[in-house]
């Protein structure tokens, strides 16, 4: 069972979102995805979006979602610098509609206070957390947290679970980032294949704190299942890693809403 | 049956990976239906002596290489009396090619020491290879930064250089668009896939370039040894692209 966190649609053709889908559920199928998580809507995707834009993002993954309840699950984007819309839009799609987790990118800082809300609401009704992270040499964007930052967040909410996205890309940083914090598992997409990184995270967080994810279409499945299924480790700890951690994530939520999967 | 283009022994110099040892290499290759790697070495990306890297290369091969590891030798053209190095790559190790490290070893493609490299490389009728990058830019150890190395100067390079036989590695964003199909129609130009990104996205190369110039590269053991294969699975290919990907084209290459 293969389930992935982290899905866009960039690089899926089609015009709509149902045509995206359908293309994204196809790669899906080629490499074995049962599941897969979708967030943000069309390209480009703004890093400091509107109120009306989050409403256009999130509708398109809606949409999308519509025929595909059986194969993906969606995230809200959210923006903490317009907080108050957020948690209203947070309530509209996850709370009251179909949605499942929270996708929160580089729009502010993480370790910021006004993120707090929003974390408190998702874990309300154990919505998934999903933060982006990088440490780049070549230097973060504005907004962009890095793995420690992400850390503060992380031990302000010790009781709330939260995905640390991209492990900080840099892995070796951000694995030793958040070792500390027991609440926080790591997703794997959105960086190079590079031998080691999943060992390196298994040793030092174990594997049930470890989440496969793509980032696809921008990356390609392949190349982030290899991080995995290449990975020198028990096949025990791959089916954690590949699906079952993110399974038991959502679990929670997924019987409040009465899904069964 | 694979023929890995892009396979690299010894030590990266930022951490240890399972498979720098050359049997647990040759296993992992070998586990994988390899049958031939070409094999360049991490040492030829820092060390100023590239002559005793390429005699350790050419060893190592000999002697735990099983047959599946083909030498490919460094040279820097940026030292004195670079063309003993090439010479003995070719008459001493019985090399069929070089790969070349030039944002490394501090060159652009302008350079006039890297045209006459690969001027001398195509009449000793060497393949030459170009790894434009060797580790995502922004996740680089910050004392040791490199850019992308610029491919636009190949283009201009081309029609001087009539026999070169060039296979670009670990490309990730340059070449792209016209470019990369202009590379490809005006020289014998490959390219592997090691760095190549997107969903699907052998099947997209292969709308901008020739199949026959797409030649299976792992990367190993840098990069997982699986993403190179998985992306072959992801792509919608017919047997005949597949098996090309796999062995054909490099095997053709690699012909007298």
């Given at each position: 069972m293969i389930w992935d966190l982290h899905v866009h649609f960039s690089n899926f053709k089609g015009r709509t979102p149902h045509e995206k889908m359908a293309n994204a559920v196809k790669f899906a199928d080629r490499m074995g995805i049962e599941r897969f998580m979708l967030y943000l809507g069309f390209p480009p995707h703004p890093e400091d979006p509107t109120p009306e834009g989050l409403t256009k993002i999130n509708n398109q993954v809606l949409e999308a979602l519509q025929h595909w309840h059986h194969r993906a699950f969606g995230f809200v984007y959210l923006n903490p610098n317009h907080l108050e819309f957020s948690l209203k839009e947070f309530d509209r799609c996850v709370r009251d509609g179909p949605m499942v987790g929270v996708k929160l990118w580089i729009a502010r800082k993480c370790n910021t206070p006004e993120l707090d809300p929003i974390v408190e609401r998702a874990a309300s009704t154990n919505a998934v957390i999903f933060q982006h992270t990088w440490v780049k040499v070549t230097g973060n964007r504005p907004g962009e947290c890095s793995p420690s930052e992400f850390a503060e967040l992380a031990a302000r909410h010790p009781a709330i679970p939260i995905i640390c996205g991209h492990t900080g890309g840099d892995w070796e940083h951000g694995i030793r980032a958040v070792r500390a914090h027991k609440n926080v598992s790591i997703g794997i997409a959105g960086s190079d294949p590079t031998n080691g990184f999943v060992e390196t995270a298994v040793r030092e967080l174990g594997p049930e704190r470890i989440i496969y994810g793509s980032d696809a279409g921008g990356r390609s499945f392949a190349s982030q299942l290899a991080k995995v299924q290449g990975a020198n480790i028990s096949d025990e700890a791959k089916k954690l890693i590949l699906g079952e951690n993110l399974k038991r994530m959502l679990a929670p939520i997924l019987k409040r809403k009465g899904i069964e999967a | 049956m694979i023929i890995d283009t892009n396979v690299y022994v010894s030590r990266w110099p930022f951490r240890r990976l399972h498979g720098d040892e050359i049997p647990e290499l040759i296993a992992k290759l070998r586990s994988h239906d390899v049958s031939q790697a070409w094999t360049g070495s991490f040492d030829g990306v820092l060390h100023e002596d590239v002559a005793a890297v390429n005699e350790q290369l050419a060893e190592s091969c000999r002697t735990l290489g099983q047959g599946l590891l083909i030498p490919f030798g460094t040279v820097n053209p940026t030292l004195p009396d670079w063309q003993e190095d090439l010479r003995r790559c070719q008459e001493n190790h019985k090399m069929p090619g070089i790969r070349l490290h030039p944002s490394y070893h501090g060159y652009t493609l302008d350079d006039q020491r890297f045209f006459d490299l690969l001027r001398q490389a195509v009449e000793r009728k060497m393949v030459v290879q170009l790894a434009l990058n060797m580790e995502d830019e922004r996740t680089q150890h910050p004392l040791l930064r490199v850019s992308e190395v610029d491919t636009a100067p190949i283009l201009r390079l081309l029609p001087n250089l009539p026999g070169l036989r060039l296979v670009i590695q670990?490309?990730?964003?340059?070449?792209?668009?016209k470019l990369l199909g202009r590379l490809s129609y005006h020289g014998e130009v490959y390219f592997d896939f090691a760095m190549l990104e997107g969903v699907g996205g052998i099947s997209k190369f292969i709308e901008e370039i020739p199949g026959d110039r797409v030649l299976f590269g792992s990367y190993y053991p840098l990069f997982y040894f699986e993403s190179a294969l998985l992306k072959v699975k992801e792509s919608e290919l017919s047997k005949a692209q597949r098996d090309a990907i796999f062995n054909g084209n490099a095997r053709l290459l690699l012909e007298p």
């Open positions: - | 670990n490309r990730k964003r340059k070449p792209s668009g």
